[in-house]
């Protein structure tokens, strides 16, 4: 190996982040792997590399005897004597091989590691990356959408990601060049690479926009309890606050709505319904019901949390909701069965 090897190591190392360490011994070991077969697979080679003085030799051991009983693990004393002066039977020398017989394969495997570890290194920067930001919300660029699939090839920092039609909000269009924030669900390192998780529909969206827009949240002096969502449509909320000074709800909607309206902007007109959260599950479940006005809330069975809602009977669409949505949502932020009930005790459909 020449000393521009050596220095291309080097330069890897401070250019790729790839220790210049881990590549020698790559090296070394493709090597040895590679000369075996001239020896018929026994383990006899060894390597060696001296990167302080630009050396890399290649040893073969072997067992010094009277008569040669096997081509590749044995030599005659006389022959051993010609490396090792006073060599005798039994002993195990090593001995150096000429360039000639290893040099071309050494350059070709010293070749194929370090692409193979400039691969790993990116593959693995990627990871560390995609990893670093797993359940976070980051803002992605729209490289291209496949008029076919509806999927969506995005630009997260220096690596790209597949954002899945159904992963989008249901009815918006992304062009390409756009902004727009997604959710890392999840990271999987796969036989192609890392892959990250994408969503645009997760309600972990929602929840970390309103710790970037609310301050009160992200110091934790608001918390958010528990969400519910059907992406392009509407959330549900509940919030609750450590300070009795502070409205939870009125910390996230913001002064005028401007907090709110901003993330209802970015998620394009989605509604939100944002409700106090309580450890009474009568009052959480009236609560998670809004806008509708709810009487009473009776629970049977509380093992199997289950409950009865009565509303007014002019409020009763109001608290199913369009094809049931608002009544699906609230059993989904409380984890309660709602059966709702006009407060006349008859329904028309």
């Known amino acids: 190996m020449n000393k521009e090897f050596f220095e291309a190591v080097q330069m890897l190392e401070k250019e790729k982040?790839?220790?210049a360490e881990y590549l020698y011994e790559k090296i070394q070991n493709a090597i040895i792997v590679a000369l075996r077969k001239d020896y018929n697979g026994k383990d006899v080679v060894s390597c060696e590399i001296d990167p302080e003085n630009y050396e890399?030799?290649?040893f073969?051991?072997?067992n010094v005897v009277d008569e040669i009983d096997d081509e590749d693990t044995d030599i005659t004393v006389a022959d051993a004597q010609q490396y090792k002066p006073g060599a005798e039977a039994g002993d195990i020398i090593e001995?150096?091989?000429?360039t000639k017989d290893f040099g071309r394969i050494a350059a070709q495997t010293a070749k194929h590691v370090i692409r193979q570890g400039i691969r790993d290194a990116e593959k693995g920067q990627i990871m560390m990356e995609f990893q670093s930001k797993q359940q976070e919300l980051v803002t992605a660029k729209v490289l291209s959408v496949d008029p076919i699939t509806g999927n969506a090839t995005l630009e997260i920092g220096k690596a790209e990601a597949i954002l899945p039609k159904g992963e989008q909000v249901p009815g918006e269009e992304l062009t390409v060049g756009e902004l727009i924030k997604v959710f890392i669900v999840d990271v999987r390192d796969t036989e192609k690479g890392p892959k990250a998780m994408i969503s645009r529909t997760h309600q972990g969206l929602v929840k970390r926009l309103f710790e970037t827009e609310v301050p009160e949240i992200y110091d934790g002096t608001v918390t958010i309890?528990?969400?519910?969502r059907e992406a392009g449509a509407r959330t549900k909320m509940a919030v609750s606050s450590k300070d009795e000074n502070v409205d939870a709800i009125g910390a996230c909607i913001g002064p005028r709505g401007s907090r709110v309206n901003k993330i209802v902007e970015l998620l394009g007109g989605e509604k939100i319904d944002i409700v106090n959260y309580s450890e009474d599950p009568k009052q959480f479940v009236a609560a998670a019901l809004a806008?509708?006005?709810v009487l009473s809330v009776e629970i049977p069975d509380s093992e199997v949390k289950s409950c009865v809602v009565t509303v007014p009977d002019n409020q009763l669409s109001l608290a199913i909701g369009n094809k049931g949505q608002n009544a699906r949502l609230a059993?989904?932020?409380?984890g309660w069965k709602i059966d709702i009930k006009p407060e006349s005790g008859f329904y028309e459909g």
Do not use: E, F, Q, Y
Not at 331 to 334: E, H, I, S, V, Y
């Open 225 to 228: 309890n528990a969400i519910s």
């Open 331 to 334: 059993a989904r932020l409380t």
């Open 56 to 58: 890399m030799n290649v």
């Open 95 to 98: 001995i150096m091989l000429d």
């Open 291 to 293: 806008p509708a006005n």
């Open 17 to 19: 982040g790839i220790p």
């Open 60 to 62: 073969v051991r072997k």
